[in-house]
């Protein structure tokens, strides 16, 4: 696969097509997967990855990369191209100016589920039919695959791109993913337990804001996280409260547009789980105002700019089951 | 759990100019009681009501918030209030997910011709709110009087 991207990212190169490759690299450790630009063939060939730990969603770096002078080539997998066609919704991206190719997607790998079986000192992580054989420091370890495999795949919704120039390897279908179940678990439970969850979850926080930095939808220029008037910028929570308020506005924020694209969990580094908070808002849309798949098109009006003369009242909250 | 007869919850209300703050008004001028505990907010429509403010609300000490809007068809601005419903259905739906008592918020539809209501809602909602007691799961410690 990795071969074959290069190989097409040169050709596109060299005709002239794009004069830029939005792809990854290799960090300081091989699984340390990050987003790169490549302007030459020497660097393609030299430093491009894409393996089972290319995780990152290259959509957002394409706001501001479209923008520049002359096209670029983007490989996106299916989830990523989602959040794509949200921001060429949004007319964050100018799509006249990026060249998409598809390519599968995971499921990829999560290096922590790694370390938490206590293998460390990791040199190299080799996929062998399913199983992986790690070369370490102290010698070779081997472990499941499926046991490592990152948050964000094992609820996937969709292997299908929804917005490509020419695909490599085969397009897929949209899933019927259990994504909603956790969500479901936790609404079943009493008003007192759910409260104490989030507690034990958003108090972990430390507002490092990786998750509204990666997030796809999140692409204000002037964020309110940023506003010194707004009491809770660029700061560790002083208190439950605040931990709540950043959370509930940054997730509202992206109501109706998030993709369910998973980075927002991905990036965390205290493990907090955003996706839920996320899917609940796109449970609650599916069930109140009918399914909507955020990025599925570009042309559909977004659930909170829509409404219907004959949409339930708030008090539908109240009536719910549980208290 | 325990009611504290004597608390006297602390109730945020955002009354849309056209008509709730209109129907607060016609109660007023027609003497009836509603509760000296309710303090409203004008707001020009509903859908001014951003989601911060109702969070805001909680912060400084409210205990319950409720928001008034035109009846549905009715706004002023022909569909901010069909936004609102949107909105704060999904924000209260959040607030329940996260374990916030559901009591402590609401959403009601009152006309300028609706004095009677006006008052009848807020003495439910108050008496709703104070079986529940002090605000404390979305209160800012900080911001806590006594
Ligand atoms: S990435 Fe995690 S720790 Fe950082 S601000 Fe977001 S939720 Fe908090
Ligand atoms: S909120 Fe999270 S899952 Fe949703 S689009 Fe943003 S990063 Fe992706
Ligand atoms: S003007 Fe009253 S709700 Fe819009």
Same mark, same amino acid.
């Given at each position: 696969m990795q071969e074959a991207m290069i190989k097409r990212a040169v050709q596109l190169l060299a005709d002239g097509t794009v004069n830029r490759v939005m792809g990854w690299k290799r960090g300081?450790?091989?699984?340390d997967i990050t987003p790169a630009v490549f302007t030459t063939a020497e660097e393609l060939e030299k430093d491009f990855v894409c393996d089972d730990f290319t995780q990152a969603n290259l959509s957002k770096y394409l706001v501001k990369e479209s923008r520049k002078e002359g096209k670029i080539l983007a490989f996106l997998k299916p989830c990523d191209t989602y959040s794509f066609n949200q921001l060429v919704k949004e007319h964050r991206i100018i799509r006249e100016n990026v060249y998409v190719i598809g390519i599968p997607g995971g499921p990829k790998l999560d290096i922590e589920k790694i370390k938490a079986k206590? @293998? *460390?000192? @990791?040199?190299s992580v080799e996929n062998e039919n399913y199983t992986l054989k790690i070369e370490t420091i102290y010698g070779t370890e081997t472990m499941p695959f499926s046991e490592a495999v990152s948050g964000k795949c094992s609820g996937c919704k969709s292997k299908k791109h929804v917005a490509y120039d020419e695909l490599i390897g085969d397009d897929g279908e949209v899933l019927d993913s259990n994504r909603f179940d956790m969500v479901a678990k936790l609404e079943n439970m009493t008003s007192q337990e759910r409260f104490d969850f989030w507690r034990g979850e958003l108090? %972990? #926080? @430390?507002? #490092? =804001?990786a998750c509204r930095n990666v997030c !796809?939808? /999140? *692409?204000?220029? =002037? /964020?309110v996280f940023d506003n !010194? %008037?707004?009491? @809770?910028?660029? %700061? +560790?929570? +002083?208190d439950s409260f605040e931990e709540k308020m950043f959370h509930i506005i940054r997730a509202f924020h992206v109501a109706g547009r998030c993709t369910d694209c998973g980075e927002c969990s991905r990036v965390c580094p205290q493990n907090i789980p955003l996706h839920l908070l996320n899917r609940k808002f796109i449970k609650d849309i599916n069930e109140l105002y009918g399914e909507y798949q955020a990025g599925a098109d570009t042309t559909s009006r977004a659930p909170l700019n829509n409404y219907n003369a004959d949409d339930c009242e708030p008090s539908v909250v109240h009536e719910r089951g549980v208290e | 759990m325990q009611v504290n007869e004597n608390f006297k919850p602390v109730i945020v209300a955002f009354c849309c100019n056209w008509c709730s703050y209109a129907g607060a008004d016609l109660s007023g001028t027609n003497r009836l009681n509603y509760p000296a505990n309710v303090k409203i907010i004008r707001v020009p429509c509903s859908c001014r009501v951003n989601p911060m403010f109702i969070l805001r609300a909680f912060q400084k000490g409210a205990d319950g918030v409720i928001i008034c809007g035109c009846h549905p068809g009715d706004c002023h601005y022909t569909s901010g209030n069909y936004f609102t419903r949107r909105r704060i259905t999904l924000l209260y739906s959040m607030l329940d997910f996260l374990g916030i008592e559901r009591k402590r918020t609401r959403l009601e539809w009152v006309s300028a011709a609706e004095g009677a209501k006006f008052a009848s809602v807020m003495e439910q909602f108050v008496s709703d709110v104070q079986k529940l007691g002090p605000n404390r799961r979305l209160e800012d410690l900080r911001c806590r009087k006594q």
């Open positions: 300081e450790f091989v699984y206590g @293998i *460390t000192g @990791i040199l108090s %972990k #926080c @430390i507002r #490092c =804001n !796809p939808a /999140c *692409t204000c220029e =002037n /964020c !010194p %008037k707004s009491g @809770i910028d660029q %700061k +560790a929570a +002083a | -």
